[in-house]
């Protein structure tokens, strides 16, 4: 039984009504550390164009991403195959962050980079075979709010919410299952964001 002595924040609350849990944490970072990681991410991490087969074609996205991991994970999705390469201490600081707020564990992150507001994602769910069943998935954001949304994949219920700057935002059970996620482009948004989601990969 939560106590009322006790922070209420540290309890999120499921934000989907069933058939998943998403936890939203909001902000677990100060501003001026923001502004350190963000910096660091936008302009060390060797960010390259997203690519993707789409009905047949491979096509490059405006959206760059990074891809890091305990090992040289091969990762898949999109019928493209990656290789992750070894965390640096600045990722390693950021994943025990998330590790301690979340209580879970993670072994490999993959980084967007969104240049603006154009730049989102559609509708999908993060159920690669790679990735631990029921596994928990942390998002992490610096730089520009986006809205993010869920879809059930049954009954079309759509949730939202805002990722602010520092913010953290967990995705386990069986949200990948039943759930889509997007994030959705927007005129309203001229400045760049960028996500890191730490999952875990099995061999």
């Not at 944490?25 to 060390?44: A, R, V, W």
Request: net charge neutral.
């Amino acid at each position: 039984m939560l106590s009322l002595f006790e922070d209420i924040s540290d309890y999120p609350l499921n934000i989907l009504p069933h058939d998943g849990t998403v936890n939203y944490y909001g902000k677990i970072f100060p501003k001026e550390k923001c502004d350190s990681y963000y910096d660091y991410l936008f302009n060390q991490i060797p960010w390259e164009h997203d690519e993707a087969v789409i009905f047949g074609k491979l096509v490059l996205t405006k959206r760059k991403v990074a891809w890091f991991g305990d090992k040289a994970f091969e990762y898949t999705y999109s019928k493209r195959t990656k290789y992750a390469k070894l965390w640096t201490p600045e990722l390693l600081e950021l994943k025990k962050k998330c590790e301690e707020v979340s209580g879970e564990t993670y072994n490999s992150c993959l980084l967007n980079l969104y240049h603006d507001g154009s730049e989102g994602m559609a509708y999908h769910s993060d159920g690669e075979t790679d990735l631990k069943k029921h596994g928990a998935i942390a998002s992490l954001t610096f730089g520009a709010e986006r809205k993010f949304l869920f879809k059930h994949k049954t009954t079309k219920e759509k949730i939202e919410v805002f990722l602010e700057n520092g913010s953290l935002l967990i995705m386990k059970g069986k949200t990948q299952e039943n759930w889509l996620h997007r994030l959705p482009p927007t005129t309203k948004v001229k400045t760049p964001r960028v996500n890191l989601t730490f999952r875990t990969i099995e061999d």
